[in-house]
């Protein structure tokens, strides 16, 4: 079972990205979404609609780029934005007018009179990135829009996406790349063996990455009174290594004063002090972790 | 911002047409049937003529050329321009996966396949109606005059449809398999042993009824008797499938006329012909027609069965 009672909600002009590992069932979610899948059971919601099965009429109102998606090779790009256009009911001056502006959004200017065929791996994403945004669709669905691209490539999709929410549109992508969704991403779903680990704003993962939120102290000499000085801190727990050591913290706020008194009245010399974890990263390692 | 849109049912259907057409047409392989096509027929046209003049007979005007070009445009000619036409239909998309960015698209998977299919009807019009109007105008110029060109609108719909049952084997193979390879191999496969099957029921029981619903070239009829020992002068051709075109020609021209089916049986050492049914035309070509519009129903319900079931599993 790829898919199992995944509630997902994404709110209208967001960027919404799905994260999970290898297997998780990103992929298997979104093609439920856009019809390439039909579910064994349970309901499927989309644009206030049921989506389950053949839904012409949602698809009417969703863009949709597969994961490395593959058109027919023999057409140039103008014409497969164009034989698009008319699946979309788009007249013969709007399919003109969309398929030149998207081939200049994507950096395909001067390359649409060229066979699809003779695209490169990242060509070829740039060219389903447009025929996604043909119609100007109120949802657009990306399936891991930057795998091939080079990393101008990568920062120049990550643009059009921003642009896409600006123009009073949804995004909701799937990204093996935290930083990526970090970076662009408002709200986030994290998945893993078809289950809904979290999903809500970047701020709120904070919380549920918690448990990963540490800062990692290095005294000039390690003493047992430090450690008991840490110890009695009611926000962390310790673990001490030589002059190094690392509290876990339960608490949102700001503590490096509270701790560095401690050391101090300790008789201790901070010599370093850095926070790690709570980051998108950490709260996605945790529950992935926690959840295997 | 958003635009509201609507696909309609025809502005859907007609952007598959035109989608399979950039699809079809620029085939190479189509492209290369038409070429094979016409050098055929050139062939069949003027070798004829051209080695009559070689070995010195008197050139005799056929006013029947066009005619008997429906006769004689079966068998693995038919198989072989429904195999190039359909191949790639459904199974092609699914091998590319250009089928997951179309299925995407605001059009249902009834439209989609219905779409493919006129397509590949269509695709088979272009060919026919080429061959027959260069088979016209080639006859007209080596043969003088020629006879009932009126019927050649309803050998075109034959001929196509004869074809098409061969394609929605095709089209059904490639759908269920989703690989073009296995669509072509498996109705060859098909085609061949249809062909051998009706060949050895031919030799042993002669014209029998089964043949009369296999698809392909059928039983043969004769307009001339069964005699025993012996098979009475007459014209003879075949009555399956393959020669709906042709049947339905005839069953305008000749409905009433006796189509004798002769049998083969051994007594006393020896093969003795008899009269195993016989029909007119016109019942024959009906029940042709039936035939071929069961294998076709059949196939292509089949196959849009399983296309609309079909799922994208796999990463495309």
Redesign the interface.
Do not use: C
């Given at each position: 079972m790829a898919v199992n009672r995944l509630n997902l909600t994404v709110d209208a002009k967001q960027i919404h990205g799905f994260l999970g590992p290898n297997g998780a069932g990103k992929?298997t979610t979104i093609?439920m979404l856009?019809?390439?899948?039909?579910p064994d059971s349970g309901s499927l919601k989309i644009l206030g609609m049921d989506a389950a099965g053949?839904k012409?009429?949602i698809?009417?109102?969703?863009g949709?780029m597969?994961?490395?998606?593959?058109?027919?090779?023999?057409?140039t790009g103008e014409?497969l934005l164009d034989?698009?256009g008319?699946?979309?009911?788009?007249s013969k001056e709007e399919r003109k007018q969309k398929a030149a502006e998207l081939l200049k959004m994507v950096g395909l200017e001067g390359r649409g009179r060229d066979k699809i065929g003779k695209y490169s791996k990242g060509m070829q994403q740039r060219i389903?990135i447009a025929?996604a945004l043909l119609?100007?669709?109120?949802l657009v669905i990306l399936d891991e829009p930057s795998i091939g691209l080079d990393p101008v490539g990568m920062v120049e999709v990550r643009d059009m996406v921003k642009g896409i929410v600006r123009?009073?549109?949804t995004v909701f992508f799937s990204s093996h790349l935290l930083t990526e969704v970090q970076q662009i991403c408002d709200h986030v779903t994290i998945i893993n063996n078809g289950l809904t680990l979290f999903t809500g704003t970047l701020e709120d993962i904070a919380t549920v990455a918690m448990p990963s939120r540490r800062l990692v102290l290095e005294v000039q000499k390690g003493s047992d009174s430090i450690l008991q000085a840490l110890k009695a801190l009611p926000f962390a727990t310790v673990e001490a290594k030589d002059n190094v050591y690392t509290l876990h913290l339960s608490t949102k706020d700001d503590v490096r004063a509270d701790i560095s008194r401690a050391v101090s009245n300790a008789g201790g010399v901070i010599l370093k002090m850095q926070e790690e974890g709570g980051g998108l990263e950490d709260a996605f390692m945790s529950l992935v972790g926690k959840e295997a | 911002?958003?635009?509201q849109?609507?696909?309609?049912w025809l502005?859907?259907f007609?952007?598959?047409l035109?989608?399979e057409f950039?699809?079809n047409l620029?085939?190479k392989k189509i492209v290369g049937l038409f070429i094979l096509v016409f050098a055929i027929v050139t062939l069949e046209l003027a070798l004829p003529p051209l080695l009559d003049y070689y070995n010195g007979v008197p050139l005799t005007p056929n006013s029947n050329v066009v005619f008997d070009f429906f006769n004689r445009l079966s068998g693995i000619f038919l198989f072989l321009i429904a195999v190039a036409t359909t191949m790639n239909t459904i199974s092609g998309e699914f091998e590319?996966?250009?089928i997951?960015?179309l299925?995407?698209?605001?059009?249902?998977?009834?439209?989609i396949f219905l779409g493919k299919t006129v397509a590949s009807f269509l695709t088979l019009l272009g060919i026919y109606a080429f061959l027959t109007v260069y088979v016209t105008v080639g006859g007209i110029l080596i043969e003088g005059s020629q006879n009932n060109l009126q019927l050649i609108p309803l050998g075109l719909v034959g001929l196509i449809l004869a074809t098409m049952v061969w394609g929605s084997l095709v089209i059904l193979l490639g759908t269920l398999s989703k690989s073009s390879l296995v669509a072509a191999l498996g109705s060859f496969g098909v085609w061949i042993g249809v062909t051998i099957a009706g060949g050895v029921l031919g030799s042993v029981f002669g014209q029998t009824t089964i043949l009369f619903y296999a698809p392909g070239s059928g039983a043969t009829g004769s307009t001339g008797g069964c005699g025993p020992g012996r098979l009475e002068a007459g014209g003879a051709f075949a009555t399956g499938t393959d020669n709906l075109g042709y049947m339905l020609m005839q069953w305008a021209l000749n409905g009433s006329t006796t189509l004798n089916f002769c049998g083969f049986r051994f007594r006393g050492g020896a093969t003795e012909t008899f009269l195993a049914s016989s029909d007119t035309i016109a019942n024959v070509a009906l029940r042709d027609l039936g035939v071929t519009l069961a294998y076709l129903a059949v196939f292509l319900f089949l196959s849009w069965y399983a296309f609309?079931r079909a799922?994208?599993?796999e990463?495309?």
């Open positions: 992929t093609k856009v019809g390439l899948l039909t053949d012409p009429k698809r009417q109102r969703i949709y597969p994961e490395l998606p593959k058109f027919p090779k023999h057409l014409e034989v698009y008319r699946m979309y009911g788009m389903g025929q119609s100007d669709p109120e123009g009073g549109q | 911002m958003a635009k849109r609507r696909t309609t502005t859907g007609l952007a598959i035109y989608y950039l699809w620029r085939k590319t996966g250009s997951t960015p299925l995407t698209k605001p059009v249902s998977k009834n439209t609309r799922q994208i599993i990463s495309a």
